[in-house]
């Protein structure tokens, strides 16, 4: 392993001592490689030290105005601090310079659903969906589709994360309220039950669950 393997090792292992110093060793020794700038930066964001860890990454595009890895780091410290619109710039920068997976275009869709852009936000989370086929990813993506009531392609989705995990309440919750609008009153108490079976304390698929047995009963 190279120093900054065992440097990113230390850093998954949660020994940020280590870590620091190796790091530090690693950028007295190479001061002009933006990925060390990088590591550091992403260190000194896991242990909340937000400023110093934005100097470290914007020193790292001044090293290399082409370090798509350095404005996705950047971009996912601006998205942590719900600095959406700086977070927009860096991601979007990124992607131009080439980046192609799955966590960076669902950063992006996520800037955009927090901004309540939903329409904006649904490429990104599809594209995210397609390059990772990730559970959190696939149902984030769906109850976007399905709030701007896309619902025939939200129940699809939703339906897929099922499969992929039984146990999804609020996937199974969100797939109740889809038959819930629909009217189709049988299918929706099957999901809103599935949803209590995994998350017996899910506040709203209870009020839900009333609420249809209350139509079923009429």
Same mark, same amino acid.
């Given at each position: 392993?190279?120093?900054? @393997?065992?440097?990113?090792?230390?850093?998954?292992?949660?020994?940020?001592?280590?870590?620091?110093?190796?790091?530090?060793? $690693?950028?007295?020794?190479?001061?002009?490689?933006?990925? !060390?700038?990088?590591? &550091?930066?992403?260190? $000194?964001?896991?242990?909340?030290?937000?400023?110093?860890?934005?100097?470290? &990454?914007?020193?790292?595009?001044?090293?290399?105005?082409?370090?798509?890895?350095?404005? =996705?780091?950047?971009? !996912? $410290?601006?998205? !942590?601090?719900?600095?959406?619109?700086?977070?927009?710039?860096?991601? /979007?920068?990124?992607?131009?310079?080439?980046?192609?997976?799955?966590?960076? &275009?669902?950063?992006?869709?996520?800037?955009?659903? /927090?901004?309540?852009?939903?329409?904006?936000?649904?490429? &990104?989370?599809?594209?995210? =969906? @397609?390059?990772?086929?990730? #559970?959190? /990813?696939?149902?984030?993506?769906?109850?976007?589709?399905?709030?701007? +009531?896309?619902? /025939?392609?939200?129940?699809?989705?939703?339906?897929?994360?099922?499969?992929? *995990?039984?146990?999804?309440?609020?996937? +199974?919750? +969100?797939?109740?309220?889809?038959?819930?609008?629909? *009217?189709?009153? @049988?299918?929706?108490?099957?999901?809103? !039950?599935?949803? $209590?079976?995994?998350?017996?304390?899910?506040?709203?698929?209870?009020?839900?669950?009333?609420? #249809?047995?209350?139509?079923?009963?009429?």
């Amino acid at each position: 392993m190279t120093k900054q @393997e065992i440097a990113i090792q230390f850093i998954k292992d949660k020994q940020y001592e280590e870590a620091a110093k190796l790091l530090v060793e $690693l950028i007295e020794d190479q001061p002009e490689d933006p990925i !060390n700038y990088i590591n &550091f930066g992403n260190l $000194l964001e896991i242990t909340n030290q937000i400023e110093e860890a934005e100097r470290f &990454f914007l020193k790292a595009i001044e090293l290399d105005e082409n370090s798509a890895t350095a404005f =996705v780091s950047l971009g !996912n $410290l601006y998205f !942590n601090q719900k600095l959406y619109d700086q977070a927009e710039k860096m991601l /979007k920068h990124a992607i131009h310079l080439g980046v192609n997976d799955g966590e960076t &275009f669902y950063l992006l869709g996520m800037v955009y659903y /927090k901004q309540k852009q939903l329409m904006l936000s649904i490429p &990104f989370l599809q594209r995210a =969906v @397609e390059l990772t086929d990730d #559970v959190e /990813k696939m149902f984030q993506y769906g109850l976007a589709l399905a709030q701007v +009531n896309y619902l /025939k392609e939200a129940k699809e989705v939703f339906v897929k994360v099922i499969d992929k *995990e039984h146990s999804h309440a609020d996937a +199974n919750y +969100n797939l109740g309220i889809i038959y819930v609008r629909e *009217e189709k009153w @049988e299918e929706a108490l099957e999901y809103l !039950n599935r949803a $209590l079976v995994h998350q017996p304390d899910h506040k709203m698929a209870k009020q839900a669950r009333e609420n #249809v047995l209350t139509m079923i009963d009429r």
